[in-house]
């Protein structure tokens, strides 16, 4: 797993300590935030995130893939090497699954002082109805040998990061990747992908925030010893600097996020809301676990509310809840956190790391209510 | 057409006179480009841009159609008002026409000073194959009085601009909106619109700039008097101060743009490309003009070469374009000039304006060879 050569020196952006909170912004998390998107939050209305909403972050370019001249291939520790074309994918046994995707960076905007990278707020997210064949199955008949540790994942976007050109790859350890809802998905909302969610296959690794769900697959390895390419080493980990290796990124924390109510201002996004009854919604969502409770407050976090939930839109997706406010004329500062299962809620100051990783501090909204 | 009542007071973002060249961005502006999505520079290699590519504004929120409850409303200086269902205007005559579509605003953050609004660079385009009825079969049928000289289109997009309370409302000359090519639409690469490209039905005026075709479309009004609202006179418009009301920003200017070539570095998407030949491509488009002539220049714009052109997608959408390129190692500013068919050239130099419109200056992209 030797990284390839080093890229020719490119300018060096912020010093990796970050910048402090309320500042302005480098033009190059501008460009980033142009290129990458979010979904807007008004679209936690709906269950399943209509394609051209949801979030989207390419590290590098989208591919040119041509799916008639595009295999995947298996290959490494494996007993029997395959060779598949998209219509022998299409073949295989098919499951559709409603999963909520999270960048592993959304939020990252938001903390103190701010990691320079894509300048995420909180609309990093969706929810598709992916379809594709399980993973698991492809590996049992390719065979995976004892002495395989992880299964390494190729995409075809190619660029620079870190100063090292690289393939897009991400490794599981055999375990995660057997995992009977890990999918190889050739379709989301009942088409086959568009071009820029990774057209014509990714993986998909429900529960995972996205950066495991590889796009523009080609390459599926089996391999004896842990990955240590750039996204596994260099990006993806709760450290305290840069030069710090800490934990990997990998689940999904709890997290709820609100329609934001009324209507906006066009350049600030400040709401003004009618005085009255007034129904504040969205969505909760926590990655492997379940949603057990959603709170909200209508006074910046002094005083805490339950809301009501509905039911998850699969063991992956998001469940909507909603909670009616007595609004009076004033200004508020809303505020939603929810916890999951297994009893962690949602912070309410957030927790800081240098690449920006996993934040799921409470969302807060300000609104001005006539 | 009076103003709404005005809105409480906001906090203003900058003070109106824009942002030095190379400045650090508003967190406001972020805000925005999160929002509203541009189309990856790579996908200028489709003919048709997939729906989730395309470029998106959206001033307010993106609202919560139910097509079932929905109706278009045609009234004010009419003989026969008329109240129609989407199903009544899928009955009606059908047209598909590819058009591209480009935003006013593109280009603004390439101003010198920068105005502070969407952060435009260069990305908001996008072609789609858009079909619906005419609307001059419509407005005959509802038979437009003789003392009618504008259009007013109404969105169901509602919040504040301008400290202006407002629905998202643009008005057309009816000569304008006579033309045959003007469209209701309802289908986006054969599809029904997705609901932040306007469903269930968007106005569709092919060779103007984005702002004119008014998504969510609720209301066709026939009136006598030229619509003063805030999307005609407080913004859209080519002027050299916020207070000076200018010229009506209306039909898009000659542009071409390439794919840019090589691959990226992720954070300051610098280009690396391998020596040898290299082939240039993209796209140009001139509004309701042709585009005669591109030229590319390797050398920062100090000498150029004629690129080859195909054919147009259709005489409201952009053509193709190429240049192959010797490359040899080094540094190199790559740039694209288009020329359209009454002899207009894209400037070298931007021509400021306060709002950011129309900026159609020549693309540059950096490329380091190896």
């Given at each position: 797993m030797t990284r390839e050569k080093t890229a020719p020196d490119l ?147 190619r660029g620079v990061q870190g100063d090292v050109v690289q393939w897009?790859q ?59 390419g750039y996204?596994?080493?260099g ?136």
């Amino acid at each position: 797993m030797t990284r390839e050569k080093t890229a020719p020196d490119l300018p060096v952006v912020g010093d990796g300590s970050g910048v402090a909170p309320g500042a302005e912004f480098y033009p190059e998390e501008v460009r980033l935030a142009l290129r990458n998107r979010g979904m807007p939050l008004e679209a936690l209305r709906y269950d399943i995130t209509p394609v051209g909403m949801h979030y989207l972050l390419v590290h590098f370019d989208i591919p040119d893939v041509i799916a008639d001249d595009w295999r995947l291939e298996v290959g490494g520790l494996v007993s029997r090497p395959l060779s598949l074309s998209l219509e022998e994918l299409r073949k295989r046994p098919k499951v559709t699954l409603p999963v909520t995707m999270e960048c592993a960076g959304n939020g990252r905007a938001l903390m103190a002082p701010r990691p320079v990278s894509q300048p995420w707020h909180a609309e990093a997210i969706g929810t598709a109805e992916w379809a594709g064949t399980p993973l698991r199955g492809l590996l049992e008949d390719a065979g995976v040998k004892d002495d395989a540790i992880e299964i390494l994942f190729t995409g075809l976007d190619r660029g620079v990061q870190g100063d090292v050109v690289q393939w897009y790859q991400r490794s599981l350890t055999v375990q995660e990747a057997m995992r009977s809802e890990v999918l190889l998905s050739y379709e989301m909302n009942g088409r086959p992908l568009e071009p820029q969610h990774g057209y014509p296959l990714r993986l998909l690794v429900p529960g995972w925030y996205g950066m495991t769900s590889v796009k523009w697959l080609a390459g599926i390895e089996a391999i004896a010893e842990p990955f240590e390419g750039y996204q596994m080493t260099g990006s993806y980990r709760y450290s305290q600097s840069l030069d710090e290796l800490g934990e990997p990124v990998s689940l999904i924390n709890v997290r709820a996020l609100m329609v934001p109510p009324g209507i906006p201002d066009f350049m600030t996004r400040v709401r003004l809301v009618a005085a009255g009854t007034a129904t504040i919604s969205g969505r909760a969502w926590a990655g492997r676990l379940d949603v057990s409770r959603v709170d909200v407050s209508t006074d910046g976090g002094a005083t805490w509310s339950k809301a009501s939930l509905g039911d998850p839109v699969s063991p992956y997706a998001w469940r909507p809840w909603r909670f009616e406010w007595e609004a009076k004329p004033g200004r508020y500062t809303l505020c939603v956190r929810a916890t999951d299962s297994e009893g962690n809620e949602q912070p309410l100051e957030q927790r800081w790391n240098a690449h920006g990783m996993g934040n799921n501090v409470c969302q807060r909204v300000e609104v001005l209510v006539e």
